[in-house]
């Protein structure tokens, strides 16, 4: 890199976001501003319109529409790490599969979300877990301990569900 240039960074707190951060962002977006299929963004809702799942993960990484989210804007990275980490939490569901040999067109996150018998409340439903999911299998052996030892001071054992809500509440 030239020393005149300066690198592109997120300022903030905005630096910090996890996949996690970004799959509930666009679970919350879908249950503010509505949940579609077939397209990105429904051309009727203005700054904020409905959204499918790949649509509401731009507008949470991004902040604002984006015509391809995962590939264009300053939101690009932490977009395509949730797409990513949705993929990737669907295929280990066996939720989607990719093609065969034979096939090279794989049923995605963007099939997943069109499907016929999908539901706005089973996307955003799925958004949460893959987040919950991320937090789970991404926590720091600091952060388990620091859960642990709270628990067995208050005599109760560490569970997955109390982690999650320990972390949520942090």
């Given at each position: 890199?030239?020393?005149t240039q300066k690198p592109t960074t997120t300022p903030g707190a905005l630096a910090d976001l996890t996949p996690?951060?970004?799959?509930?962002?666009a679970a919350r977006y879908l249950e503010i501003h509505g949940w579609i299929k077939?397209?990105?963004y429904s051309n009727q809702g203005g700054t904020f319109p409905p959204a499918c799942a790949v649509g509401a993960i731009g507008m949470a990484a991004h902040g604002r529409l984006i015509t391809i989210p995962a590939e264009r804007g300053p939101g690009a990275r932490d977009c395509a790490r949730a797409l990513d980490y949705l993929t990737d939490y669907l295929t280990d569901l066996g939720v989607i599969a990719y093609g065969d040999d034979w096939s090279t067109t794989p049923v995605d996150t963007f099939g997943w979300n069109d499907r016929d018998d999908q539901t706005a409340e089973?996307?955003?439903t799925t958004?949460?877990?893959a987040a919950d999911h991320y937090d789970w299998t991404h926590a720091t052996a600091e952060q388990l301990e620091t859960y642990a030892e709270r628990e067995y001071a208050n005599d109760s054992l560490p569970t997955?569900?109390?982690f999650l809500a320990w972390?949520?509440?942090r």
């Open positions: 890199m030239n020393p996690a951060d970004t799959l509930r962002c077939g397209t990105y089973q996307v955003i958004l949460r877990a997955r569900e109390g972390l949520g509440a």
